[in-house]
């Protein structure tokens, strides 16, 4: 009797196995569910319907992929492997069976689970924007395991097939109709019998053109895999990442063999899986499940969103809610601010949706609302205007007496403390946090800020608001520059100080890149906007032994703000960075990197320390969430517990002997030993 799986037979003598993974809101393959699925289709072997059709009793989609906790702490690669040629042998029996077999698809149709649709000779797929069918293997260091790096290109031809495994890239049932991954679509209503006229008619499976069958042959194939791992390597590095790179490879050396590509597979997945890069990445997964858990279960739906303060963050803020089907109204102190962000609203939507349909209806969800009609009517409101507490005082004032007993009443703000904002509020509980970061349709993380006024249920009702939006909550208390602000900052002054010492912008940068980050410091700083940079760094010094480079006021007073004005750290055009050649007889400083990323670490003990989150995994969220920080080393903590707390406090000392007392170790270290 299995607990995961049910088999039922039809009318027609069509054989229908219901997936319905026990004690899970999604379908996922555990090792018992694949166990009890072996079963399944000895037995349903045995019996030989007409036809079968996996189907999945899950609201939220057809299969999600592999268990993911059962690739956590793998280190054997041989026992790794021979589980992968399992699955393998499992699969092939499904792809075996002496009837047609098909895979009845909505919701999410992912890895494993896409891997298993690809061994069935069908594939029918639910016409609509929910479904979604793709490869996120390479996100967790891996690439297809179960068969998917064969099949796929098989079906598609390699050029398609490879495109979708190394960009991860998601496809609705339409666009997956298109390339051929699957047979046909259908709305809700005539999803089931589109899977029975498939089964009775029985039509050739789908194939690549004779085009694309040749791009599988030698010279072509390797030809082929050359150029797209150049351009992969445009966007990734392989000692980092190396998945998209042993895929490429695994295609390029066995590509005209299916044998020789299912052995590839098994042993070049087991070697990936078991490295640490793999298990950092599984690892950031969990977190950012655990962040996605942070605001479930509360009865908190907004609708309604009111912004105030049409510039670049809020416009963006704004904009992005629309997007996400809410009604917003963003208010300015006259209409004529509020232009720009409708225009880039406008093109945010043009990008993202892609459907007239769609853009209009997100742009008639964003109202202009320069009076601030919407703050009686609103569910939640957004403060987001300039850093100033005065002025967030009086906002605040006027928003409280007008706002709906039971609204949320939100400040944007990126550094000033909530019980500064809130002495001004009858209720002070009500203020909270929530932090966005730039730019806002492309950053994940909301800081969640809650003070020791601020109500629980409020903390708990704007980390609903996040996940409502499609983002991540992260739970901080209120203390100058919260987390990822405080993190970041030494970091970023760090690099302004090695630039004041005559180390070149584009070394600086380089160093970065190389240790991992998705952008060095220097780029960084003229993205932010480096008069955000020394409002923040300021902001910190009152409250922290934070040193602000004279350099960065100068730039300020010279309206050298970085990209937005055309000249920071770097002169730009057409919003490219024109840099200067580092000199070819140039040598950097042998501690440049750990300058910098000791300066991040040592601020992450001390935020650990403070308890400005709740716990280390916390922390490493929020830091690679919010800054991007090389999600391959697991964040800050666990890059320090990898390398060992010993030796990383060894060479931070190392760093206050030759460079002072910025360098000194926090306390904390002492607390991770």
Not at 48 to 55: D, E, K
Not at 116 to 133: F, K, N, P
Not at 542 to 561: H, W
Not at 588 to 610: K, S
Request: net charge positive; charged share 25%.
């Amino acid at each position: 009797m299995s607990k995961h799986w049910s088999y039922k037979l039809d009318d027609n003598g069509i054989g229908w196995l219901h997936f319905d993974h026990l004690d899970s809101s999604n379908n996922v393959f555990s090792n018992e569910a694949l166990d009890e699925l072996a079963a399944e289709i000895s037995e349903i072997d045995k019996a030989a319907p007409r036809g079968l059709i996996f189907i999945s009793d899950k609201k939220a989609g057809f299969i999600a992929g592999a268990d993911v906790k059962g690739f956590v702490g793998r280190s054997d690669v041989d026992e790794t492997e021979q589980f992968i040629k399992g699955v393998h042998s499992l699969f092939q029996r499904i792809e075996d069976l002496p009837f047609p077999t098909l895979a009845l698809i909505h919701g999410h149709c992912l890895g494993g689970g896409l891997e298993l649709a690809l061994a069935c000779r069908y594939r029918v797929a639910r016409d609509d924007e929910g479904t979604r069918l793709s490869f996120p293997e390479v996100r967790l260091g891996i690439f297809p395991g179960f068969g998917g790096s064969v099949r796929s290109i098989e079906l598609l031809g390699p050029l398609v097939a490879m495109q979708n495994m190394l960009n991860s890239r998601a496809l609705t049932g339409r666009a997956a109709k298109k390339i051929g991954l699957v047979d046909q679509i259908a709305p809700e209503r005539h999803l089931k019998q589109a899977a029975i006229d498939l089964i009775t008619r029985q039509p050739p499976p789908h194939q690549p053109s004779f085009s694309q069958r040749l791009l599988n042959n030698n010279p072509l194939r390797s030809m082929l895999a050359r150029y797209m791992e150049k351009e992969t390597a445009k966007r990734v590095n392989r000692e980092h990442y190396p998945a998209p790179f042993k895929l490429l490879d695994h295609w390029k050396l066995h590509g005209g063999s299916k044998a020789a590509l299912y052995k590839s597979e098994a042993r070049g997945v087991a070697e990936l899986l078991t490295s640490s890069t793999a298990q950092n990445l599984i690892r950031v997964f969990f977190l950012q499940e655990r962040m996605k858990s942070l605001g479930k279960g509360s009865d908190f739906k907004p609708h309604h969103v009111h912004v105030i303060g049409g510039g670049v963050m809020g416009g963006d803020i704004a904009a992005w809610c629309a997007l996400r089907g809410m009604r917003v109204t963003l208010q300015d102190r006259e209409a004529q601010y509020l232009s720009k962000a409708m225009q880039r609203a406008h093109a945010l939507f043009r990008k993202k949706l892609k459907r007239t349909p769609l853009i209009q209806a997100a742009g008639d969800r964003l109202i202009p609302d320069h009076k601030g009609d919407g703050i009686e009517k609103a569910d939640i409101i957004i403060e987001a205007i300039f850093e100033s507490v005065e002025a967030k005082q009086v906002l605040f004032k006027e928003i409280e007496a007008r706002a709906k007993p039971d609204a949320v009443l939100a400040s944007n703000t990126s550094s000033i403390p909530l019980e500064q904002i809130a002495t001004i509020l009858k209720k002070p509980e009500r203020l909270v946090g929530i932090h966005f970061f730039n730019p806002v349709a492309k950053m994940q993380l909301i800081e969640i800020v809650s003070s020791k006024q601020t109500s629980p249920d409020e903390t708990h009702r704007a980390a609903a608001f996040a996940l409502a939006i499609n983002r991540l909550p992260l739970p901080v208390t209120s203390s100058p520059g919260f987390l990822v602000n405080r993190i970041l900052m030494p970091y970023l002054l760090e690099a302004v100080a090695l630039l004041e010492e005559g180390v070149p912008a584009p070394a600086i940068d380089r160093a970065a890149l190389r240790f991992g980050m998705p952008m060095g410091p220097i780029a960084l700083a003229d993205s932010v906007g480096i008069d955000i940079c020394l409002s923040v760094a300021q902001k910190l010094s009152e409250t922290m032994d934070v040193t602000v480079p004279a350099i960065l006021q100068k730039k300020v007073d010279d309206n050298n703000l970085g990209i937005k004005s055309g000249w920071g750290f770097y002169r730009y055009q057409k919003g490219k960075a024109v840099k200067t050649p580092i000199p070819s007889d140039y040598k950097a400083p042998e501690d440049l990197t750990n300058r910098m990323i000791f300066r991040l670490l040592n601020e992450a003990v001390a935020c650990l320390r403070e308890g400005v989150v709740e716990d280390a995994d916390l922390l490493d969220a929020g830091v690679i969430f919010g800054t991007g920080f090389a999600p391959f080393r697991g964040g800050p903590m666990q890059y320090i517990r990898d390398s060992g707390v010993n030796q990383m406090r060894q060479r931070l000392e190392a760093l206050n002997s030759a460079h002072g007392a910025r360098f000194k170790a926090d306390p904390g270290w002492s607390d991770l030993e």
